[in-house]
């Protein structure tokens, strides 16, 4: 990847790494699938299956294994967090948090893996252009938010029917005494509601997407440093001692971010499907 960095300077190596294999669905600059998301998606989605099945077949209630320890951590942790914040009794919400942590973790911790190892091996491959971290990406993101924002909708009209639902988007926040008062703070309790909806959303897509896109820029950043010497003005390999420490305190400080990240959408999709069931 090199070589396409000294073509176009820093500006150059930056832009080719922010760059998506991308292929045409239709006329428009949106209409695009991002191949390299959906294969890491779908790749990273299969090894969760395959490690979790592999863990719950080889499951004994003697010692466990380190595989069933970490698997049975991870799950009696979820599994308590979801019975002190989701009130009613379900069977679904736990597996549902435990999949999207895994998941999230995993797309993640693909922005641990050196910035131009896949890439260079892609290129070498005849693929010009391959990003490795899905949730870098805010199409993948955003699909995410849209599952959680329908499942919103599904539990709330499941726990309330479709009558107590659509009256509290009339009735709440802003309670009135009277059929006047309702009727006059109808439309103002029905605007924000729809704010409130449309914002969950985007709050879990884009801080999500912030966070990774940010760490996957920084990691960039600093193999331009590495690779200063080649095309950097004013940078010679003398730096790679800092550059190298650099990479590792921001490396060390990042494996906390994609575990947090992954938590902090786990924790909000409970709470937003804990708060859907509630009566106003």
Known sequence: MAAEGEAGGMTGYIKHHLQHLTAPVGDGPFMVLNIDSIFFKVLLAVIFLVVF???????????????????????????????????????????????????????????????????????????PYLRVVPTADLSTTFGMAICVFILIQYYAIKHKGVVKFVGEMFTAPFHAH??????????????????????????????????????????????????????????????????????????????????LQAFIFMMLTVVYLSMAVQEH
């Open 53 to 127: 099945l592999r863990a719950s077949r080889r499951a004994t209630s003697g010692v466990p294994g380190k595989l069933q320890c970490a698997v049975e951590m991870m799950i009696e942790g979820i599994d308590g967090i979801v019975k002190e914040t989701f009130p009613a009794k379900t069977r679904f919400i736990a597996p549902l948090a435990l999949t999207i942590f895994a998941l999230v973790f995993l797309m993640n911790f693909m922005d641990m893996i050196p910035v131009d190892l896949l890439p260079a091996a892609a290129h070498a491959a005849g693929v």
């Open 178 to 259: 009277g059929a006047v008062g309702t009727i006059l703070l109808a439309p103002a309790n029905l605007l924000l509601r729809i704010i409130e909806e449309l914002v969950r959303p985007l709050s879990l897509s884009l801080r999500l997407f912030g966070n990774m896109y940010a760490g996957e820029l920084i990691f960039i950043l600093i193999a331009c440093m590495t690779l200063g010497g080649s095309f950097a003005s004013g940078m010679t390999w003398a730096m790679a001692p800092m550059q190298f420490i650099a990479g590792f305190i921001w490396t060390a400080f990042h494996i906390l971010v994609i575990t």
